[in-house]
Nanobody, 122 residues
Framework: QVQLVESGGGLVQAGGSLRLSCAAS????????MGWFRQAPGKEREFVATINWSGKIKGYADFVKGRFTISRDNAQNTVYLQMNSLKPEDTAVYYCAAAPLNTRTPIEYDYWGQGTQVTVSS
């Protein structure tokens, strides 16, 4: 089992920044690919970013490239999502998740956090 707890969400104006954190506990954190997803009201959960165990391989959804950065600190069992140049359409609940492979498909992630709300005002 891996337990994931997100933090860092909040209300920010368009153009602003937030850094989300996801603290992991339980089974060996460094064994897993970590991903960030988001879900807006009335929409399906969508992939945002992923990172491999070493932090050297990263993948991003097209709509966040150049604005968001995923990183991880295995010593702290934490993965981060730095979000810059936020837009109102980035408003959603953001989730971190752990998977045994490189994937952008939610169903292939084994563990999920409870989510943290990000609201971007115009």
């Amino acid at each position: 089992q891996v337990q994931l707890v997100e933090s860092g969400g909040g209300l920010v104006q368009a153009g602003g920044s937030l850094r989300l954190s996801c603290a992991a506990s339980g089974r060996t954190f460094s064994n897993y690919w970590m991903g960030w997803f988001r879900q807006a009201p009335g929409k399906e959960r969508e992939f945002v970013a992923t990172i491999n165990w070493s932090g050297k391989i990263k993948g991003y959804a097209d709509f966040v490239k150049g604005r968001f950065t995923i990183s991880r600190d295995n010593a702290q069992n934490t993965v981060y999502l730095q979000m810059n140049s936020l837009k109102p359409e980035d408003t959603a609940v953001y989730y971190c998740a752990a998977a045994p492979l490189n994937t952008r498909t939610p169903i292939e992630y084994d563990y999920w956090g409870q989510g943290t709300q990000v609201t971007v005002s115009s």
